[in-house]
């Protein structure tokens, strides 16, 4: 199921939830036709594949609600999990942040406590835990579906001089106890997460860790993870290895193994959704 209520579906489901992130959408479609049960569109996807740029704080809220839009609408019956930044704001105008990805179609979004510095060698700036705490309260007073599910994401554990995992654990409880649906201790990795699990009685969103399986990874306690570059990555690799070797062959016939199908994509895209329209509705 789609939306707010089937991301609450799973969440009272066992099992961890397993959301690639899409960067449009058509890869958004990709992971529903593979059998996902979610899918995610984050802020280093969103630069990357509509800007053209890295994901330095230089995308804005309509840019990332519009192309989260564009996810929800490829999809037909998961929900999409965004990534709202930091809400693009203070308290003061979070509330239209949070009814901006609900219009959206999203069933939820991550709110993070990073201020500057994201992926850039700086010391990072995080909001002090007490602001951070009234923007989560703002934000779940915000929605409007109460099944819309607000994660609270911690930079402070992962960023220089953000105040290390035991900084990340205390803020992951203020947090939670402000009333977020789920904490998000970003950039803690699987081995760390299962050390402090115990200390954490909220649901844990995490990015993938490198090197650890989806089971570590749900050993370790995590409910949800996000691999948010997956696809961004391997569109990235497959599509420059075939220009590559087009404009060394100079011959479309030298990479068309590599590539799908006319009429498989036609399938894939909808033509034929679009033909039965056609004929139905008797269009000359």
């Avoid at 799973?10 to 059998?35: F, H, K, M, N, Q």
């Avoid at 990015?207 to 948010?228: M, N, R, W």
């Amino acid at each position: 199921m789609r939306g707010p209520r089937g991301f609450r579906e799973l969440l009272r489901a066992l099992g961890i939830i397993v959301a690639p992130g899409a960067y449009d959408a058509v890869s958004a479609r990709l992971v529903e036709t593979a059998g996902f049960q979610a899918v995610y569109i984050g802020s280093y996807a969103t630069a990357a594949s509509r800007l053209g740029l890295p994901d330095a704080g230089l995308v804005g809220m309509r840019e990332m609600a519009d192309h989260a839009a564009s996810v929800v609408g490829a999809v037909e019956g998961i929900p999409v999990i965004a990534d709202a930044e930091n809400g693009f704001g203070n308290v003061t105008t979070l509330w239209r942040t949070v009814r901006e990805f609900e219009r959206a179609g999203v069933a939820g979004i991550h709110l993070e406590d990073h201020e500057f510095g994201k992926h850039l060698d700086v010391p990072g700036r995080v909001l002090s835990k007490a602001e951070m705490v009234e923007k989560v309260k703002a934000a779940v007073d915000a929605r409007q579906d109460p099944d819309f599910v607000i994660i609270a994401r911690t930079d402070a554990g992962w960023l220089r001089g953000g105040g290390g995992l035991d900084e990340a654990v205390d803020r992951c409880l203020a947090y939670g106890a402000a009333g977020a649906d789920m904490v998000f201790p970003a950039g803690v990795r699987a081995p760390a997460l299962a050390s402090v699990r115990r200390r954490l009685p909220h649901p844990i969103c995490a990015v993938d860790s490198p090197g650890s399986t989806v089971a570590q990874e749900e050993a370790a306690g995590i409910k949800l993870v996000l691999y948010y570059s997956l696809l961004l990555y391997a569109a990235h690799r497959a599509v420059g290895e075939v220009l590559a070797a087009f404009r060394t062959g100079r011959d479309r016939g030298a990479v068309e193994g590599r590539l799908t199908a006319e009429a498989a994509f036609d399938e894939f895209i909808g033509f034929p959704r679009v033909q039965a329209l056609v004929a139905r509705h008797g269009l000359r």
